[in-house]
């Protein structure tokens, strides 16, 4: 009868699960070495265990039985075992290793069984079935899962633009609705989702994000204010740091500031240098004939939306944050949430729309904002792909 081996990593699940597995591998005399080679008789699963990885081999039964079967032993290993969960989670990677009759059939098999998973909640969110055909073997691997947010719909669409397959929609518990797509190489999976205007609800959405997808990145796409003279309007400025302009003690004398800046991970800022020096990502983006550049920067972020040269938070961030090329509201939400999961890498990149000098009305009729987060999406989708790449 045809049968399949399961490595199962459950460095992930714990001590205390891996001891259990022991505890159940020894109530089966089982020779490890053999165990690869046929099904030891008289059993359906069997079980050996280390804290590192778990051998379950398993008696699939006919086709039909097989992958409901299969993904219910891996739930629950041992089933007369009360109270038993299973050992899969987010990152358990389970392998099968198949015998020659089942090869024959293995891709078909295989998709029943993710399908089965899948249906099952078995088959951890974000995981995959991949062959190795040298080795005759499933491995699931999660895929990358990088997180976009951004702030306007404008903004939501240019990035949804670049996504690619099927989309399904998760909702976190707390309300927040995430659109989970394919990256553009289809090497991964993106998570995408509008958080509306300012820090504060960013802080929070952020948090969200991280905490339902464990991404290895998250990037907030979208527009900004240029802050420099030899930017041009769909310029993309990537923040290498973030200023939030707004932490500061008030005194009879008014108020003054106490700068506490953000740097953005220094492999995401060095993965973003190579997709601007490829040059690949503004192919078709030229304005008056002219591409737009990527620019790497610091960028000011608060509260405010800035739109006159003279007013006090320009004053302000001219006398202390005068390395700001762009000016926008969420930024500093993005980095208090990241401060707090130093795993995490994240990255804003922001597409110039206006010059916050006054004329930003004039500057949107002329349809600068969809242009500026066109370009800004661009460079998202290039960026993205090399995070799904190996980042």
């Not at 490595?7 to 159940?24: C, H, I, M, N, Y």
């Not at 991949?130 to 895929?143: E, I, K, L, M, V």
């Not at 929609?169 to 289809?186: K, V």
Request: glycine share 10%; proline share 6%; hydrophobic share 45%.
């Amino acid at each position: 009868m045809d049968y399949v081996v399961l490595r199962v990593d459950v460095a992930a699940v714990g001590r205390e699960a891996a001891l259990e597995l022991q505890r159940e591998a020894a109530e089966f005399d089982v020779d490890v070495d053999a165990l690869s080679a046929q099904m030891p008789v008289g059993l359906d699963v069997a079980i050996v265990a280390s804290t590192s990885l778990a051998l379950l081999l398993v008696r699939l039964g006919t086709p039909a039985q097989a992958p409901a079967r299969l993904w219910g032993l891996l739930r629950r290993p041992v089933e007369s075992r009360p109270g038993d969960v299973g050992v899969l989670d987010a990152d358990t990677r389970v392998t099968f290793v198949w015998d020659a009759a089942a090869r024959r059939q293995s891709e078909a098999a295989v998709a029943a069984m993710a399908e089965a998973g899948r249906a099952m909640g078995a088959l951890p969110r974000g995981a995959v079935l991949r062959w190795d055909p040298a080795g005759g073997s499933w491995t699931s691997a999660r895929q990358p899962v990088i997180v976009v947010l951004t702030a306007l719909p404008l903004e939501y669409e240019a990035v949804r633009r670049h996504l690619t397959g099927a989309t399904t929609r998760t909702t976190h518990p707390a309300g927040t609705i995430f659109e989970l797509a394919s990256t553009p190489s289809g090497r991964g999976r993106v998570a995408l989702a509008f958080v509306g205007r300012g820090g504060y609800g960013t802080a929070a959405l952020t948090e969200r994000a991280i905490a339902e997808f464990a991404p290895s990145a998250v990037l907030f796409i979208g527009i900004a204010g240029g802050l420099r003279g030899d930017l041009n309007l769909g310029d993309v400025v990537i923040g290498t740091h973030v200023h939030p302009y707004h932490v500061g003690r008030e005194e009879s004398g008014g108020v003054r500031p106490q700068p506490r800046t953000w740097a953005a991970s220094p492999r995401l800022v060095q993965l973003a240098q190579q997709v601007a020096q490829s040059g690949r990502w503004c192919d078709g983006l030229a304005r008056d004939g002219h591409p737009p550049r990527a620019v790497f920067a610091a960028i000011a972020a608060g509260e405010i939306l800035l739109d006159a040269p003279d007013g006090p938070t320009a004053r302000l961030i001219r006398e202390h944050f005068n390395d700001a090329a762009a000016i926008e509201m969420e930024s500093a939400g993005l980095a208090a949430a990241v401060e707090h999961n130093p795993d995490v890498a994240a990255l804003p990149i922001r597409g110039i729309s206006d010059f916050a000098d006054g004329m930003k009305q004039q500057a949107d009729r002329k349809g600068s904002q969809p242009s500026a987060a066109a370009n800004a999406a661009a460079f998202a989708a290039e960026l993205i792909n090399e995070i799904a790449g190996g980042f």
